[in-house]
């Protein structure tokens, strides 16, 4: 979709019809007493994440050809547009990609015209289709062996890397470069409780995240410039699902999550003065009872979070400088949890409603759009957004069919 003057629509399903979904219930804002754990007291891990993992998967398993039970390539592009998808937005349409999903999808973009998307399929393979110079790629199967919905960043033009957590339990890398074309399957080991996140801060760095048995925060790096991949650090916490990370640049790392308490908890990475060294601050309690991952975005020196509440609706809070504001409702009756994308001083949420359509809010210069705007669509996963071009955003999701859906 063209981003350009949005005009909201406040329609029946989240907007009016249900006004009692969206006033705030006391549970999420309940003061709590002290903390049980202390995030910030350093423990040994208990061998769990580094230990050997049972049944571990071998490089020449996870980079083996297709076995004829996997379905050939061309199945996955088979089908034509299906028409409920033309239900118009006020600046968006549907496009039906096709796809067998066992995930929501990750999109990538590495600049220009340029978008990559991504998915588990239901075969335990990743699957990718690229879009470049205004047409779609057909579906390519990537292999593997994984059990969770990929996660993908590129750190330059031309550069693109995926990761998943394997049937193993490891965190497997594959990457891309334009030049070369792809790279194998890579097994950066770890023991992992649920998918991975990954972030670029600058090129030829690469961070990726992931939650362990032991209940820490796990993290390793990887400088294109010095020795590649280095080794596994904890970053502790008591994490109760996936990490989610964001970056705004060079200087900049934040890791959020969902802890053992049900609060969204925040971890942030800063460089040295003149951009030397870098070291990590202290875990933050930012409070709230979630359900589900935290989103974030990280933008013009500010970090946003977005998360489902315990009452179902979409909840934000932004910190600008060193401070945190509070937490703001902005209503809507979540299936899932929401996902943002920034760009261009502005801000857009989208959640997926037990409707199962898609929905958007827009924050420009710190205000909201009134309600939540119709997109439409039949969705059966959280959206999934990325920016890409000069100033366009698709939204991917994975259709009640299976197959993967955009709206742009």
Same mark, same amino acid.
């Given at each position: 979709m063209k981003l350009a003057p949005i005009y909201l629509l406040a329609l029946a399903g989240l907007c009016s019809s249900r006004p009692q979904q969206y006033g705030p219930k006391p549970s999420f804002l309940t003061p709590r007493g002290a903390p049980r754990l202390n995030w910030n007291i350093p423990r040994a891990h208990d061998g769990g994440f580094l230990a050997k993992r049972a049944n571990v998967h071998s490089p020449e398993f996870f980079n083996a050809p297709r076995s004829p039970a996997r379905p050939p390539h061309d199945t996955f592009n088979v089908g034509g547009i299906d028409s409920s998808y033309y239900k118009r937005a006020t600046s968006g349409q549907w496009e039906n990609l096709n796809g067998s &999903?066992?995930?929501?999808?990750?999109?990538?973009?590495?600049?220009? +015209?340029?978008?990559?998307?991504?998915?588990?399929?239901?075969?335990?393979?990743?699957?990718?289709?690229?879009?470049?110079?205004?047409?779609?790629?057909?579906?390519? +199967?990537?292999?593997?062996?994984?059990?969770?919905?990929?996660?993908?960043?590129?750190w330059g033009k031309g550069k693109m890397d995926v990761y998943a957590k394997g049937t193993d339990g490891g965190c497997w890398h594959k990457g891309y470069d334009s030049g070369a074309g792809w790279g194998d399957w890579q097994d950066l080991g770890g023991d992992l409780k649920g998918e991975p996140s990954s972030c670029a801060k600058d090129e030829g760095y690469m961070d990726v995240y992931a939650s362990g048995p032991d209940g820490q925060c796990w993290h390793r790096k990887y400088e294109d410039q010095n020795g590649g991949w280095h080794e596994w650090e904890s970053?502790?916490?008591?994490?109760? %699902?996936?990490?989610?990370?964001?970056?705004? !640049?060079?200087?900049?790392?934040?890791?959020?999550?969902k802890g053992e308490d049900g609060q969204a908890w925040h971890r942030k990475w800063e460089s040295g003065s003149g951009g030397g060294g870098g070291a990590w601050g202290d875990w933050e309690d930012l409070g709230g009872v979630l359900d589900g991952t935290p989103s974030a975005c990280a933008w013009d020196k500010r970090l946003d979070i977005y998360v489902k509440g315990d009452d179902g609706a979409c909840w934000h809070r932004a910190r600008k400088g060193d401070a945190?504001? *509070?937490?703001? *409702?902005? %209503?809507?009756?979540?299936?899932?949890?929401?996902?943002?994308?920034?760009?261009? !001083?502005? &801000?857009?949420?989208?959640?997926? !409603?037990? +409707?199962?359509? &898609?929905?958007?809010?827009?924050?420009? +210069?710190?205000?909201?759009?009134?309600?939540?705007?119709?997109?439409?669509?039949?969705?059966?996963?959280?959206?999934?957004?990325?920016?890409?071009?000069?100033?366009?955003?698709?939204?991917?999701?994975? %259709?009640?069919?299976?197959g993967c859906k955009r709206c742009y």
């Open positions: &999903m066992a995930s929501y999808p990750s999109p990538v973009s590495w600049g220009g +015209d340029r978008v990559d998307v991504y998915y588990s399929g239901s075969d335990g393979s990743i699957q990718h289709k690229p879009y470049e110079g205004g047409g779609w790629g057909n579906w390519e +199967d990537l292999g593997g062996s994984v059990d969770s919905p990929p996660s993908t960043c590129s970053l502790g916490g008591y994490l109760d %699902g996936p990490p989610k990370s964001v970056t705004w !640049g060079s200087d900049h790392m934040s890791v959020f999550c945190w504001g *509070n937490w703001q *409702n902005l %209503g809507g009756d979540l299936k899932y949890p929401p996902d943002v994308v920034a760009y261009d !001083g502005k &801000m857009e949420v989208y959640i997926t !409603g037990k +409707d199962n359509a &898609m929905y958007r809010r827009t924050c420009v +210069d710190d205000k909201w759009s009134n309600g939540w705007e119709y997109m439409g669509g039949s969705v059966d996963s959280k959206p999934c957004p990325v920016g890409w071009g000069n100033g366009y955003v698709d939204v991917y999701g994975a %259709g009640t069919d299976g």
